[in-house]
Antibody
Framework: QVQLVESGGGVVQPGRSLRLSCAAS????????MHWVRQAPGKGLEWVAV????????YYTDSVKGRFTISRDNSKNTLFLQMNSLRAEDTAVYYC????????????????WGQGTLVTVSS | DIQMTQSPSTLSASVGDRVTITCRAS??????LAWYQQKPGKAPKLLIY???NLESGVPSRFSGSGSGTEFTLTISSLQPDDIATYYC?????????FGGGTKVEIK
């Protein structure tokens, strides 16, 4: 079955960097767009970024533009999120999620989700 | 960005009750709406896509309806396992956005 496993979270000081990974299995990874979604402690869900199946198109929420970079390695079935210039407000559980529906669809729902990895930005 | 507004934010009902959650979009999103269930400490789980399509394996007591700017998620007979927070999400355009969530509790 489809499985997504995030890693790379931890405690980091403001202004520093962190790289998250998401290992995918159970589906044709190179055929689907992939997303990052985050959830601050006790808060709702916030979409962060998407990358197309081949990495040629990327979109970000405004609050992370210029600081975060989404990428993928289709040879290793792995999704990444490089997070630079981290701020306290970036503290959240970060989930990777597969784009739901047809691979060619531009906009998607999320299905399934990984278990999440916690990023804490604090001095 | 399209704003998604859910109501109520908290809902308390008895086992067996019919429960309805509303999600309103700030502009028309056709039927490009999904619903998720999130239990404490767990990742969200897809329930409904394209406003009314039930995801495989999801109990039939869950249903979705609506189009344009107003949508509903209905649980026909609330069960103890349905205690969770529910989110709507639009996928009409970027940024993809979620409603603020509805926490469902047992009375």
């Amino acid at each position: 079955q489809v499985q997504l496993v995030e890693s790379g979270g931890g405690v980091v000081q403001p202004g520093r960097s962190l790289r998250l990974s998401c290992a995918a299995s159970g589906f044709s990874f190179s055929s689907y767009g992939m997303h990052w979604v985050r959830q601050a402690p006790g808060k709702g869900l916030e979409w962060v970024a998407v990358i197309s199946y081949d990495g040629s198109n990327k979109y970000y929420t405004d609050s992370v533009k210029g600081r975060f970079t989404i990428s993928r390695d289709n040879s290793k079935n792995t999704l990444f999120l490089q997070m630079n210039s981290l701020r306290a407000e970036d503290t959240a559980v970060y989930y990777c999620a597969k784009a739901g529906g047809e691979p060619a669809a531009k906009y998607n729902w999320f299905d399934p989700w990984g278990q999440g990895t916690l990023v804490t930005v604090s001095s | 960005d399209i704003q998604m507004t859910q109501s109520p934010s908290t809902l308390s009902a008895s086992v067996g009750d019919r429960v309805t959650i509303t999600c309103r979009a700030s502009q028309s999103i056709s039927s490009w709406l999904a619903w998720y269930q999130q239990k404490p400490g767990k990742a969200p789980k897809l329930l409904i896509y394209k406003a009314s399509n039930l995801e495989s394996g999801v109990p039939s007591r869950f249903s979705g309806s609506g189009s344009g700017t107003e949508f509903t998620l209905t649980i026909s007979s609330l069960q103890p396992d349905d205690i969770a927070t529910y989110y709507c999400q639009q996928y009409n355009s970027y940024s993809l956005t979620f409603g603020g969530g509805t926490k469902v509790e047992i009375k």
